[in-house]
């Protein structure tokens, strides 16, 4: 079976085989990218033929929705099943007039960020491109008929510069006008900071935005909370971020998640500031959403005041950002971790 949605020619060269003509495949795209079709048999200006041959052929879902939770904010997040047994998160919020979508890029990951739960056990694979777009459509189809997808951030589970090959074809098919038409500056990769990747991401010509997760403003401190960044550190970071600034003219985003006692003190606020001074940059606080098992927590509502008056002092662009859907463990890799807990779900080898 051939996935429908992994963004390659197999489905013209199928009608071409078949002796359909080639405007199906525009037909079969409309259905799919606006989110109306569930089946084969729902497209109903196909001829029964077609629908019948493709559908033993082509299949649009890989993925079983495992789990569907619903939060009193009204975020939503699936949990996937996929194909190989692999589980992976993907989260629609709705705020005003946005519906932003945040997807994974990977079955767990390999950067073992301390706090996250996403890379407790390491990475399993790469998603491949449909099932990166799979995720965007399970959650278009959550929406009402006349709401659209508006913001997509690539935030779920995984580090999407390990695994651009698939994500980019993904994230084009988002773009497309064709496909789900979200502009590029409103589809946000987010990076533990891999500054080959950046560099290689600045000269494609990449219009996304990029947000980089510093979480540090020092190297020492980086190194104990980030562990990839003891290969890396921060000034090469910050010399990619600045260049795909440079070629993309895309203001940069960094996002610092607040570790009570450990990344939260004036000092660290001081320091911030003065790393991040005179670029234009955004920086993101994010009180730290608690993982079961870990023992980090949020900062008290006090220690995350003195923080933001520091820097709201600075000359820099702050947002101080509310967390979303606690309720329904919607941090990253968080409901994974503990379905996998509550149903003992074997790894896969
Ligand atoms: N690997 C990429 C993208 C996935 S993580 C990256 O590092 O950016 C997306 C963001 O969520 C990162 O900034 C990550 O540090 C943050 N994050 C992970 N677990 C979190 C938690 N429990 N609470 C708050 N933010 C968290």
Redesign the pocket.
């Given at each position: 079976m051939t996935h429908i949605l992994n963004p390659d020619n197999s489905l013209n060269n199928w009608l071409k085989e078949q002796q359909f003509p080639a405007f199906r495949s525009k037909q079969i795209r409309r259905w799919l990218y606006q989110g109306r079709a569930g089946s084969f048999d729902d497209m109903s200006d196909l001829p029964k033929k077609l629908r019948d041959q493709i559908e033993s052929d082509f299949t649009i879902w890989t993925s079983r929705v495992a789990e569907h939770q619903t939060s009193k904010d009204g975020t939503e997040k699936l949990l996937l099943e996929l194909a190989d047994g692999g589980r992976i998160e993907c989260v629609l919020l709705k705020e005003e007039n946005r519906r932003t979508i945040c997807i994974s890029s990977q079955v767990g990951?390999a950067?073992g960020?301390v706090?996250?739960?996403s890379g407790l056990d390491g990475v399993d694979r790469n998603l491949t491109s449909g099932e990166i777009i799979e995720q965007m459509l399970r959650l278009q189809r959550l929406l009402p008929e006349e709401e659209r997808l508006s913001h997509i951030v690539v935030?779920?589970m995984?580090?999407?510069l390990a695994n651009l090959d698939r994500l980019l074809p993904a994230l084009d098919q988002a773009s497309a006008k064709d496909g789900l038409g979200i502009s590029a500056r409103r589809i946000t990769i987010?990076?533990?900071g891999l500054p080959k990747a950046i560099k290689r991401l600045a000269d494609l010509n990449s219009r996304y935005h990029l947000a980089v997760?510093l979480?540090a403003p020092n190297d020492q401190l980086r190194n104990e909370i980030v562990p990839v960044n003891s290969n890396i550190g921060i000034d090469k970071i910050i010399e990619s971020a600045d260049h795909y600034f440079d070629v993309s003219s895309r203001r940069l985003t960094f996002?610092y998640?607040l570790l009570g006692d450990i990344n939260d003190q004036p000092e660290h606020a001081h320091q911030l500031a003065k790393l991040l001074k005179s670029r234009n940059v955004l920086l993101n606080v994010?009180p730290?959403?608690p993982?079961a098992g870990l023992p980090y927590r949020t900062p008290s509502s006090k220690t995350i005041s003195k923080f933001r008056a520091i820097l709201l002092k600075s000359s820099i662009n702050v947002q101080f950002r509310q967390r979303k859907g606690d309720d329904i463990d919607a941090?990253?890799g968080q409901l994974r971790r503990k379905t996998g807990e509550l149903h003992e779900i074997q790894p896969l080898n």
């Open positions: 990951c950067m960020c706090f996250c739960a935030m779920g995984g580090e999407p987010s990076t533990v997760s979480h996002e998640v994010i730290y959403n993982v941090a990253c």
